[in-house]
């Protein structure tokens, strides 16, 4: 069977259990639970049938591809495989017929033994043997003790030492000569047998159950490294020198010379002859055991929605720099993060790298956020626990406290709601109160008539029937000139409705309706006529703001609310 010659190959060139198993191409987690007597049960029968072969005619048929290799192997010979000579004048057919009843035909030890327990496997580097996974064990615990992390699944990362993509396109090039019908792309990938192996011991030693990097939220990453995987990676460059020749002039664009891309786009196109030019006929024994370096552990970003309503009018919604100067106290953002990093066991430090706000627009430091409130989400990275539906209340109790800010709802939202939000910032519909100002030819406030309220409400400069009253082209408002781009965008009015003010005969209030990306502000004083047509059309006179609020923001949310 292939499979057996498989086996006996991969022993002999020095690989592990695991790696055997490997290059049988099996992808079944079930494969690796037990890996030794896997492998056995292959190598057991190859045994027995020596010996019942044996027995009825005094020699082994062993397979001579299998076989020439095994020699030079142990001779240590640069020679290729197929170019190599039996020594001292014997033919090539009497030196396999010496060496099969030397290495098959006199010895009980199955090809399993030949590689010593303290020997480092030739792909593997030692990745998959359990000898060096005690250190690993022992990072992992202590990260996982500093973070202590409330959560009960648990998902396994490696990065791996780029030398043994090079180990295991040897050995698989070696198997396609000796074994017909072998193909390089079966090789299950090292990442995946060390998830299984590895994995396993290590949720059992950390109390967590193991599972995918898609539904486990915490992730643990093993950083391993080879002492000889800069040296070993010249042989790739001997295999494409073009490639690298290329790469070395190109020092800006390509910092580190051997990646794992690199390595695998020179080892594309490699052959058994090229690599035996190369030296590697087949894979050297290592010379020490890949060793864990650092460990690392993330848990996915939890997020929170919900919605807050702001009643200060000097309240920036995240804190405002100027040259490195605060100019105001505080904001809506800081407001927010403080009892939230609390209660997820964040100091305000680390408050401020970890958490983030997400919403749904923004207003201006002197406009107040009323009705519902503006919807928003926090993101909260590398979380260490998850707060119950009890907490999070208190969590608004203390950012509503001050009654700055008011939220009265945070509960678990998805990434995929996030999407929701995002368009929502674009598309919505929000209406505004706005306290507004006649003002007459000089400059001073003028008294509102009713007819000036008449001629607000019935204003449109869109036909009959169309979704906006009134439409707008508005430039680029000049205080915000310096972080947008200028450009002349359309937007609409879809409602307007003006009332007077009780004993205020030269303001009024108006209530709009706008699509996403309005300014109001910039509608209703015209801003040097770089918004029209602006209040001043309709109310048949010149107008100023004095105060925006606003009063509804138009966006199912939270989604599950």
Known sequence: ??????????????????????????????SYENVHQFVQKYLDKDTNSQSQTLGNEGHADPDPNLLKETSADRDNSPVDINTAQPNNGASESQTIDTKTEVDVGTSS????????????????LGILQEKTWPEAFAMVQDVLEKKRYECETIACALSSPIAAILRERAVSLHLEQACPGYEQKSLMPLKEAWK?????????????????????????????????????????RALAPALFESRSKQRRRFSVEF???????????????????????????????????????????????????????????????????????????EIIFE??????GL??????????????????????????????????????????AEELQRVCERISAERKVIVRTLMPITREDLTLLKQGEQTKCKTYEAL??????????????????????????????????????????????????????????????ARAVPRRPALFALRVRAEAGTYVKEWAHGELRRTRPALAD????????????????????PPNQ
């Open 436 to 497: 507004c100002v006649k003002l007459g030819a000089d400059g001073a406030p003028a008294t509102v008539t009713p007819l000036d309220l008449a001629n607000i409400n019935a204003y449109r400069n869109t036909p009959e029937g169309d979704a906006a009253r009134v439409r707008l082209l508005q430039r680029t408002p000049l205080r915000v000139l310096h972080r947008r781009p200028l450009h002349a965008r359309r937007r609409a009015l879809l409602a307007l409705h």
């Open 1 to 30: 069977m292939i499979e057996r010659s498989i086996i006996r190959l991969c022993k002999d060139l020095g690989c592990c259990d695991a790696c055997c198993v490997r290059y049988l191409g099996l992808k079944n987690p079930s």
């Open 196 to 236: 299984w192996l590895f994995g396993r011991k290590l949720a059992d030693i950390v109390g967590k159950r193991l599972d995918s990097g898609a539904v486990a939220p915490l992730l643990v990453t093993l950083n391993v490294e080879y002492p000889d995987d800069g040296q070993e990676l010249e042989v790739v």
């Open 347 to 388: 100091s305000p430090e680390e408050g401020e790298q970890r958490l983030k706000l997400i919403s749904a627009g923004r207003e201006d430091v002197d406009v107040r956020c009323l009705g519902t409130g503006r919807p928003f989400a926090l993101e909260i990275a590398d979380p260490r626990r998850t707060p119950d």
């Open 109 to 124: 030890i199955p090809p399993a033994k030949r590689m010593k327990m303290d020997d480092v496997c030739v792909t593997c």
């Open 339 to 344: 009892p939230v990093a609390a209660a997820y």
């Open 259 to 333: 990646t794992r891309r690199s390595v695998e786009q020179a080892l594309g196109g490699a052959t058994a002859g090229a690599m035996a030019a190369a030296g590697w006929r087949a894979p050297p024994r290592p010379a020490a055991r890949a060793r864990p370096v650092s460990a690392a552990a993330w848990h996915a970003p939890l997020l929170l929605g919900g919605r807050y309503v702001k009643l200060s009018r000097a309240l920036p919604q995240t804190p405002w720099l100027v040259a490195g100067r605060r100019m105001m106290h505080s904001s809506v953002q």
């Open 538 to 557: 309709a109310l048949g006179a010149r107008a100023d703001i004095l105060a925006l609020d606003v009063a509804d923001v138009d966006l199912p949310w």
